[in-house]
C-alpha cells in the first residue's frame, strides 16, 4: 500500500508528527531535511523547512 503523503498548503487530517518524504518540485528530500514536525488537526502543512519550498509531508507516527 502506498504511504499517504500531504503537500503543503493542505489541512492535517489527524494530529501527530510529520517529515518531509520529498519536494514537490520532484527533488528528494536528499538535502538532509529530515526535520519532524508536530501538527494538530486542521493545520496548514508548512514548506519545508531546510529548502522553504513546497515539500510532500508523511505521518511517522
Known amino acids: 500500500m502506498a504511504k499517504q503523503t500531504y503537500k503543503t498548503g493542505e ?3 489527524e494530529s501527530g ?3 518531509v518524504d520529498s519536494l514537490v518540485n ?3 528530500s ?3 531535511d529530515n526535520t519532524e ?3 494538530e488537526k486542521g493545520e496548514q502543512f508548512p514548506p ?3 529548502s522553504n ?3 510532500n509531508w508523511v505521518k511517522v507516527s
Open 26 to 28: 520532484g527533488s528528494s
Open 37 to 39: 514536525i508536530q501538527m
Open 48 to 50: 519545508s523547512p531546510s
Open 53 to 55: 519550498e513546497a515539500a
Open 17 to 19: 508528527t510529520f517529515k
Open 30 to 32: 536528499s538535502s538532509g
Open 11 to 13: 489541512k492535517a487530517p
